[in-house]
């Protein structure tokens, strides 16, 4: 899938989410927390983050953010701070759903050019990731 595929399958999943595009990228948002994206799809490394090798002709990342009971039942614990993430994970697998390489610590999943089934299978973290985000808010704005 592309990012124009990407893009409304995704936000017909959070249809209240807001598009952001910067350098490329992707970022669904709720309309009311400008600060920090739910979900993104990237098409490009970074110098902090290239371990997916997004270079590579035609590959992007989705990425969404959960809790971590909902990363918990999908991966597990992670290791001890001081543990290297990425043992045993090859991060430039395509279609498999992954700990973020550089954000699972604070419960990102992703996936490398997923699939209409793989994309459809992350319906409930897409809503979730939307659920907490609006909980974020609600926190502000009660104070």
């Known amino acids: 899938m592309t990012p124009d595929d990407l893009i409304p399958a995704i936000h017909a999943i959070v249809p209240d989410a807001k598009l952001v595009t910067a350098a490329g990228d992707v970022f669904f ?10 979900a993104t799809i990237v098409t490009g490394d970074n110098d902090w983050d290239n371990a997916s090798n997004l270079a590579r002709e035609g590959v992007l990342r989705v990425n969404v953010g959960i809790d971590r009971d909902a990363f918990r039942d999908l991966f597990g614990d992670l290791p001890k701070w001081r543990e290297p993430l990425d043992a045993g994970i090859d991060f430039t697998r395509l279609d498999v759903l992954m700990p973020h390489p550089m ?30 985000a609006a909980a974020r808010v609600a926190r502000k704005q009660a104070g």
Request: hydrophobic share 40%; net charge neutral; no cysteine.
């Open 103 to 132: 954000y699972a610590r604070l419960y990102w999943i992703s996936v490398l050019n997923p699939s209409p089934e793989t994309l459809r299978s992350l319906r409930p973290q897409l809503e979730l990731a939307f659920r907490l």
């Open 29 to 38: 948002m709720h309309p009311d927390d400008p600060n920090l994206p739910l």
